[in-house]
């Protein structure tokens, strides 16, 4: 089956508008995770900050939270798991939880 050459056409131009649209949401979204990072950056120090003049004037030694970038996203379909061991396998094993709730890996001399 054949296109009609205006039909070709009307879809040519309508791919190359999506593209151009698509490039220029793609600098868009550069620059703006190039803003929160440096908003996530900014907000550290400005925390820091606040904590140690509370604690040179008030005396108030305050714990100070820290906005990390995450290092990478987690596998959904690897982190979602029904395949419960049990403890005392688990003891065997050599699994514990760490303090962050995440699962701990030990050798088992």
């Known amino acids: 089956m054949f296109l009609s050459r205006n039909a070709y056409d009307d879809l ?5 508008k999506a593209h151009a649209e698509c490039m220029a ?4 979204n550069a620059q703006l995770n190039a803003h929160i990072e440096w ?6 120090q400005l ?13 108030i030694d305050i714990p100070t939270p820290t906005f990390d970038a995450p290092d990478d996203h987690p596998d959904p379909n690897q982190v979602i ?3 419960d061991v049990g403890d005392t396998e688990a003891d065997k094993l050599g699994i514990t939880w760490a303090a962050d709730g995440t699962l701990k890996y030990n050798e088992k001399q």
Request: charged share 30%; net charge positive.
């Open 12 to 16: 040519r131009n309508e791919w190359l």
């Open 25 to 28: 949401l793609s600098g868009v």
């Open 39 to 44: 908003m996530r950056v900014r907000l550290t």
């Open 47 to 59: 925390e820091f900050e606040r904590a140690q003049l509370l604690k040179k004037y008030m005396g």
């Open 81 to 83: 798991g029904f395949n």
